[in-house]
C-alpha cells in the first residue's frame, strides 16, 4: 500500500506549526515538540542553500536565502516554500541526500530520515587506533583514538589524566610532504599514528576496525 499523501498544514493549526518551527531550539534536522495536527513528538526540517548572503533579522544571523522543508513522518503533514537559512544549519550534520533529489514534498527527505533510523539501530565498525604499553611481560591498552561516524576523532582512556597526556603526545604527527596531521584529519591521522608511536615501552597499534560500543569504553582499573 503506498504511503498516503503529504498534505499541507490545516489552517487551524498552521500559526501553532509555524510557532513551533520558529521557537525550536537550534538542532538541525529534528525538531522535538508535539505535531500541532498529530500530536507525534517529533518532526522535522530541511534546509537548502541558495544565494550566499550575511543578513541578522531579530538577532538571528543568516547566511543564504534557500527553501525550507517541514514535516511529520506519522501524518504526512508538510510546509515548504522558500526561507532564509540560519547560521545554525551549517553546524549540523544533515540527512544523507543530494539537492536533485528534493521535490516540493518531502518524500526524499522522508525517506533519508528513514536510513538514518535504520543506520542508527545497526551495530557499527568504526577504525581505531590503540596506543599500548608494553612493560617486558604485559601489553596493556593505555588509549584508544576513534574515529566517529561524525567524522571526528574521539580518545578513549581509563581516566582524564591518561587521556590528556595520550592526546598531547599525538597532538600533530607529521605526514607526506611536510604537512602535519591533528586529529581533524580523520582516517588519515589514525593512520600515521603507528609510524609515528613505536617506542618500546608505550607504542601505537596499525589502523582496526571495532564494534563502536565496545570502542567507545575502556575499563576502568
Ligand atoms: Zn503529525
Not at 525550536?24 to 508535539?34: I, K, L, N, R
Not at 515548504?80 to 550534520?93: E, I, M, Q, S
Not at 557499527?124 to 561516524?149: C, H, K, W, Y
Amino acid at each position: 500500500m503506498p504511503p498516503p499523501p503529504w498534505t499541507s498544514t490545516p489552517d487551524t493549526t498552521r500559526s501553532r506549526w509555524k510557532e513551533l518551527f520558529a521557537t525550536a531550539p537550534h538542532g538541525c534536522v529534528d525538531v522535538a515538540g508535539a505535531c500541532p495536527v498529530c500530536g507525534e513528538a517529533q518532526l522535522h526540517r530541511h534546509y537548502q542553500l541558495g544565494r550566499s548572503l550575511a543578513r541578522v533579522v531579530d538577532g538571528e544571523y543568516y547566511i543564504s536565502e534557500g527553501r525550507v522543508w517541514e514535516w511529520c513522518s506519522a501524518c504526512r503533514t508538510y510546509e515548504h516554500g522558500t526561507a532564509l537559512v540560519p547560521l545554525w544549519w551549517n553546524y549540523y550534520l544533515h540527512l544523507d541526500i543530494e539537492p536533485n533529489q528534493l521535490t516540493a514534498t518531502p518524500d526524499a527527505l522522508e525517506e533519508a530520515v528513514q536510513r538514518r533510523r535504520a543506520r542508527f539501530h545497526e551495530p557499527r565498525q568504526v577504525p581505531v587506533v590503540e596506543m599500548r604499553s608494553f612493560d617486558g611481560t604485559t601489553e596493556e591498552v593505555v588509549a584508544r583514538f576513534v574515529l566517529t561516524i561524525t567524522g571526528q576523532v574521539v580518545t578513549i582512556a581509563r581516566t582524564e589524566h591518561i587521556r590528556q597526556v595520550a592526546d598531547k603526545r599525538v597532538a600533530r604527527v607529521p605526514g607526506a610532504r611536510d604537512t602535519w596531521l591533528t586529529r581533524d584529519d580523520g582516517l588519515a591521522f589514525l593512520e600515521e599514528l603507528p609510524p609515528n608511536l613505536r617506542g618500546s615501552r608505550i607504542f601505537a597499534t596499525k589502523v582496526f576496525e571495532m564494534d563502536e560500543t565496545a570502542a567507545m569504553t575502556l575499563p576502568t582499573q
